[in-house]
């Protein structure tokens, strides 16, 4: 490990590795919530045409990216939110409009030719340069910063538009946030992890810290984990084993997601057992009756009540959990679902 | 000493509503005092949640005035006088979100920009949560909770933001009968406490020792504007009475409403 921090391009690596690892997850997990999960893909379309520019005329591509995905991210942004029946049509037009132009304008570049853009498709340790590395500090600084004054707003919106509007939220303006917010995290990403990779790193640590936390902050705390964790690892891997370090960095992510996946599906096994061996009904201060109002139901041997939706059935002092109101009326739990239990 | 009549806090004057250019419900005069329970009942596509939606600016107003708290809907600013539960049959979200977190964004109305929520933000949110009787889930996934626990956490949403008018769109629809008693309980303690009701509802059985006052929206116009005692006591009077003349082009409407048992039909058919 202190052989790679001797290396000056190693050390920029790992630090540009740092920022987007941190700052992807943060703006993605928005994302996930509105269903965009593939808005980013097209928003690193735009931003290569940018790059190529920025080959083209000669300045720093970063600049020109930034310019390009903004724009881009404004503009779909304002055709999603007018639902126009042709506005899927025309994203499809600017995210291929894009790639298409960033070949023709590369090929016609006096310094580059369409094989330049493969470092920024796909991410290359060895890219990073010192000016890159403050841009994107700062970009990042700005993200962090957005995001901390702008999560609560953006969680509204993203999970209940309607609400939020009635609430007196400016809805237009935070989704063009959330917009601008991904275009920017879509250029940090492109030294490293590449403009057509950086989508999953927006992605994939939500996805598997979903399965983790128990909350929105903690499953953004557990995202913001597994993306520095892919990123940062992904690099060291990414050198060792002279590999492109965007495609490592997203299979590393897709396999903490694997993991975690299967690690969920085995503990909910497990709890559902435990579960299907006593489940006690919570925080019950009501006693049901035949007149409690509740809904009976004969339940082979004794009668369940519904209640809010489930199945109440009295045990000692308490009230088990049986099985859903499906199979309600037939008198056999034959159609439960795994909660039903013979505890009585 | 003479008895003043509470204030009106919301007002509508002839307020056509609708999306776009396309008017649903048309001519409404409807003013509403506080410390009502008004009940606004209809067939489905009458049009009564487009007025729901329309006090918030979520459906066009294409005709009108609509004033909420003696101001024009399109100036008023004063958001978290006014709350408000959308009719969702779910809080399933793709990602994970507590009980408490979904309660807290009902504060972010009455939140500056720069501020973090604040002591009295939280017990505002704890508050809301024990009204609705979900103090105890508060750090439950809502994907966990029953369809009827999570309208209780969309109207715990709405009341921790403090609101002096509550309007709930369809809050029974699709929750079971013991559930809706529940419902009905934890909104009584609210009118109790003062809080003026609107609720938008094709069933009137589960609001009926509640209600102070029906409106019947009916093929996008009011029908019945009156006490709870008028209502049930005009019975499908009222309704037979009502111009129904307009509706000729719409055969499927064309039976007048009838009210009975709690419900109210048409040609046989419950609506």
Known sequence: MSEILAIDFMQRALLAAFLVGLAAPLVGVFLVQRRLALIGDGMGHVALAGVAVGVWAGQSPVWTALIGAVIAAVVVELIRSSASANGDVALAIIFYGGIAASVVVIAKSPRGTPASLTAYLFGAITTVTPGDLWVFGVLTAVILAVVAVLRWRLFAVASDEEYARSAGLPVLALNLALAVLTAVTVVVSMRIVGLLLISALMIVPNAAAQLIGRSFRSSLAWAVAIGLLCSVGGVVVSYGADTPSGGTIVMLAIGVFMVTAIGSAVRGRLARAAAVFHEQAEGHGHEHGPRCGHEAIRHGDHVDYLHDGHRHAPHGAHYDEHAEAADAGDGHPSGARGRSRGSR | ?271
């Open chain 2, 1 to 271: 000493m003479p008895v003043t009549a509470p204030p009106v806090v919301i007002e509508l004057r002839g307020a056509t509503f609708g999306y776009g250019e396309k008017a649903v419900v048309t001519d409404v005069d409807l003013a509403i005092r506080a410390g009502e329970v008004v009940l606004v009942l209809g067939p489905n596509g009458s049009g009564k949640s487009t007025i729901a939606k329309g006090l918030f600016g979520l459906t066009d107003l294409l005709a009108g005035e609509v004033d909420v708290f003696g101001q024009a809907r399109a100036s008023f600013r004063d958001y978290p006088r006014l709350g408000y539960v959308p009719q969702r049959h779910t809080l399933a979200s793709t990602v994970t979100v507590t009980v408490g977190e979904v309660v807290s964004s009902g504060r972010l109305s009455r939140r500056s920009w720069f501020r973090l929520a604040t002591r009295n933000d939280r017990t505002h949110v704890r508050r809301a949560l024990e009204l609705v009787g979900l103090a105890d889930r508060a750090s439950v996934d809502v994907a966990d909770l029953s369809g009827g626990q999570q309208r209780r956490v969309l109207i715990a949403r709405a009341l921790a933001g403090e609101p002096e008018v509550l309007v709930m769109d369809e809050p029974t629809a699709g929750v079971d009968i013991a559930s809706q008693h529940g419902l009905v309980e934890v909104l009584a303690r609210l009118v109790d406490e003062g809080l003026t009701l609107l609720v938008v509802t094709h069933e009137l059985a589960a609001f009926a020792d509640l209600v102070s006052r029906v409106v019947v929206i009916d093929g996008g116009r009011v029908a019945f504007d009156g006490s709870r005692e008028g209502f049930v006591a005009a019975g499908s009077a009222v309704l037979h009475d009502h111009d129904w003349h307009h509706h000729i082009d719409q055969p499927a409407r064309r039976a007048p409403l009838v009210w009975s048992e709690g419900t109210l039909f048409r040609g046989g058919r419950r609506q």
